[in-house]
């Protein structure tokens, strides 16, 4: 949330044209908090993850925090199972509380309307989207995550390289043994709490994909669920 925040604050809230992409999504946490507390900051929001068990469990996850049809069902879900068993009561209760809470930000993020992609794939496939793309994601690390093909470093030399990309906000476990360069952009490392390091990168010179004005959405472009059709790769 702090790193969102702070990393995306200066993006033009009054027109967004910048497109989120969590390259690493699991179950979808990042883009979720992007919807419900930063919506206004993003054209689109992208998620995609080498497991397609994750990247579906995402999709639904997004569809939850984005409509409040979807969140209304799976309140009466949580309603019905408690009372069932005394050990999980307490667990469904603070649930169907959460999601009392965020209501009036699901409500918010419907009526923004943000197109939503997720899809299961590599995270060296940068989205096809008219808009510069924000990566914030959080690496694969420890004994249960693997990193698919080329290393971590490489996969950032990859990004830097694309012209699409406009700003990297990475958690690492570890940090690299020394910061990427790439022209036009600012590069830094600084350490966070619980011993992981943030991999901050910016572009500071405009690209060619950058000189022009971006193509508007149009709600035609749009399947029924709200995600861009023919942008994201699949």
């Not at 959080?138 to 012209?163: C, K």
């Amino acid at each position: 949330w702090s790193l969102l925040d702070e990393f995306t604050s200066d993006i033009n809230t009054g027109v967004p044209r910048i497109a989120l992409w969590d390259p690493f999504c699991g179950t979808g946490l990042i883009p979720a908090v992007a919807m419900l507390f930063f919506g206004e900051r993003f054209a689109e929001v992208h998620a995609s993850d080498m497991s397609e068990v994750a990247s579906s469990v995402a999709q639904e996850n997004l569809q939850l925090v984005s409509d409040p049809k979807v969140a209304e069902r799976r309140m009466r879900e949580v309603t019905g199972r408690r009372g069932q068993n005394p050990k999980s009561d307490v667990r469904w209760g603070e649930v169907a509380t959460y999601l009392e809470a965020l209501k009036s930000r699901i409500e918010a993020a419907h009526q923004r309307a943000v197109p939503i992609a997720c899809w299961a794939g590599p995270a060296d496939q940068v989205p096809e989207t008219d808009h510069p793309v924000c990566i914030v994601a959080d690496a694969p690390y420890g004994a249960q995550s693997t990193l698919h093909g080329s290393g971590l470093a490489e996969l950032v030399a990859g990004w830097l390289m694309n012209e699409r990309v406009n700003r990297i906000v990475l958690v690492m476990g570890a940090a690299l043994p020394e910061a990427p360069r790439a022209a036009g952009f600012e590069c830094s490392q600084r350490p966070i709490r619980g011993g992981r390091t943030v991999l901050i990168a910016t572009r500071t010179r405009p690209t060619d994909f950058w000189s022009g004005e971006t193509s508007k959405r149009s709600a035609s472009t749009a399947d029924g669920m709200g995600n861009p059709t023919g942008k994201s790769p699949k």
